[in-house]
């Protein structure tokens, strides 16, 4: 399973970004698990922003409900992310993963700057 990841940016506090990321790879794209997004700030560890099941039931980190939403089409074999309101407090690199048969694969990250 490979990922690919795309939409991050430069953006201006308050707006917003559309992040995007797709798997390919010798699999059935409706037996992906669970998939989702972390993100790493500057000097920070990894952390998890949200996450998507196969049946679609979400979990979203608190410093992002009500601003970031997060859906995937298991007939595509993608997941996305849609952020509003950002804040220069979300500028790191983006991850999308998935979990398919007991592992994980990560998607080589996007960057996403906010300036305030």
């Known amino acids: 399973v490979q990922l690919q990841a795309s939409g991050g940016g430069l953006v201006q506090a308050g707006e917003s970004l559309r992040l995007s990321c797709v798997a390919s790879?010798?699999?059935?794209?409706?037996?992906?698990?669970?998939m989702g997004w972390y993100r790493q700030p500057p000097g920070k560890e990894r952390e998890v922003v949200a996450t998507i099941t196969t049946d679609g039931t979400t979990n979203n980190a608190e410093s992002v409900k009500g601003r970031f939403t997060i859906a995937r089409d298991n007939t595509k074999g993608t997941v996305d992310l849609q952020m509003h309101s950002l804040g220069p407090e979300d500028t790191a690199v983006y991850y999308c993963?998935?979990?398919?048969?007991?592992?994980?694969?990560w998607g080589q990250g996007t960057q996403v700057t906010v300036s305030s």
């Open positions: 790879g010798s699999f059935l794209r409706h037996a992906l698990g669970t």
């Open positions: 993963f998935a979990r398919f048969m007991y592992r994980e694969f």
